[in-house]
């Protein structure tokens, strides 16, 4: 299965389930999508993805929120608190010191538990009812587990979080453990933890719901979505370029697929794809080493570091889709250092949005592209921001305005203020 924008709308096979089946990127093998519980194609491993035998129009959408944009899902509705519809700030300072026609921040720290998790839950827990699985699980930097608790909970279903002890942020803990989450810490980093969710998964002792379900996916790719409706109606066009913090790769992916779907539908012309655009941090950057050395793989990375904590990941398990959306559109992917993220959280605040570091990557990246000339003054650019400031509170705080201890007296504040 070619994941080229210039690749046709398949046919329907024997085994899709009301117009919608899952079908390998490797092989192209097709399968039906609610028999069996799958991850990964049964013939050669490689990566599934969803397709319909109908694909929607602008025309089709209606509602509110990830479920206006059920034509383009396997459900009319799924198990949702409310997510998606989040808005797409404009930022003017940001706009006129980056130096680029149009500047929007995609704020998906504004969904129900905080981050863009939220989206891909709403899908993948509505699918596991449909296949009538007991336990939820997922391994997370975090914000997975948030959205995998908040969202298993409204489903009634049992989850169950790994997470790398000592190496999340206390706020996403603090939401797992009030949605009722059993949490495990593993001694290692995010990719063990997922090498472990991904054998209990396959042994059958509960349901894999990171990116590497394809479903997943799906809810994300309503991010896309959303950003070219806000343009369309801001600008009468899309954007040039979306620019994305990437950890898993799962947005990259999902924004790709969106945009290929549009394009099979007669939507999308192929010349007007958004440039996908990945930013990562320097100790954490797989993707770009792949992208700047032309590479058909990506190289897991064993030790990663950076205080980006949501986008700390070496092994990123949907490269296979997302190299393709990166080069098919023509982007790129660039890495930024600590300061440079933490710089941006900053910028970004002074516009009134709080995000944490992970976030702030998009804007980084944007700011280094266009010094290096690599972004043009002429471009509309998206920047999408993945959570919101207080999910890493202790890194806002670092990164903010230190308290200044006073009297308690109006003239001990004025002597205070006068320095």
């Avoid at 504004?110 to 509505?126: C, I, L, Q």
Wanted: with cysteine; charged share 25%; hydrophobic share 40%.
């Amino acid at each position: 299965m070619s994941l080229s924008l210039s690749a046709e709308q398949p046919d329907e096979p024997a085994d899709a389930d009301d117009g919608v089946w899952l079908e390998c990127i490797e092989c192209g093998d097709t399968f039906a999508p609610f028999d069996d519980v799958r991850y990964t194609c049964d013939e050669c491993d490689g990566l599934l993805e969803v397709r319909y035998a109908e694909l929607p129009t602008f025309d089709d959408f209606d509602g509110h929120g990830v479920w206006r944009y059920a034509d383009a899902l396997p459900f009319a509705e799924g198990v949702s608190i409310q997510e998606g519809a989040t808005p797409l700030y404009e930022v003017p300072r940001l706009e006129d010191e980056i130096g680029v026609e149009a500047l929007r921040i995609k704020h998906e720290g504004m969904n129900p538990t905080g981050s863009f998790k939220d989206r891909g839950m709403t899908v993948g827990v509505r699918v596991a009812k449909e296949l009538g699985v007991g336990r939820l699980a997922c391994a997370s930097t975090g914000n997975t587990s948030a959205a995998l608790a908040a969202y298993g909970s409204r489903g009634g279903m049992e989850t169950l979080v790994l997470l790398p002890a000592g190496k999340v942020a206390a706020g996403k803990i603090a939401q797992a453990s009030l949605h009722g989450a059993r949490i495990l810490e593993v001694d290692g980093n995010f990719d063990a933890c997922l090498d472990i969710v991904q054998e209990l998964a396959n042994q059958g002792e509960a349901y894999l719901l990171n990116s590497l379900n394809p479903f997943r996916l799906e809810g994300q790719k309503t991010i896309g979505l959303e950003i070219l409706e806000g343009f369309l109606a801001d600008y009468d066009a899309v954007p040039d370029r979306i620019v994305l913090p990437v950890g898993n790769a799962g947005n990259t992916s999902a924004l790709y697929k969106a945009f290929r779907e549009l394009v099979q539908a007669g939507e999308l012309d192929e010349d007007d794809v958004p440039k996908l655009t990945g930013v990562q941090a320097e100790g954490a950057a797989p993707m770009v080493e792949a992208i700047e050395n032309d590479a058909d793989e990506v190289r897991r990375w064993d030790d990663v570091e950076t205080r980006a904590t949501a986008i700390r990941i070496g092994n990123p398990v949907n490269a296979p889709k997302a190299l393709p959306g990166i080069r098919e559109t023509g982007g790129t992917a660039v890495a930024v250092s600590d300061e440079e993220i933490t710089e941006a959280q900053r910028d970004i605040a002074g516009e009134g949005i709080g995000v944490e570091p992970a976030s702030a990557a998009s804007i980084a990246g944007l700011r280094k592209l266009r010094a290096e000339g690599v972004v043009d003054d002429d471009e509309r650019v998206a920047c999408l921001t993945t959570g919101h400031l207080l999910k890493d509170p202790d890194a806002a705080a670092a990164a903010g305005s230190e308290p200044e201890p006073v009297p308690a007296d109006t003239d001990g504040v004025l002597e205070q203020l006068s320095e």
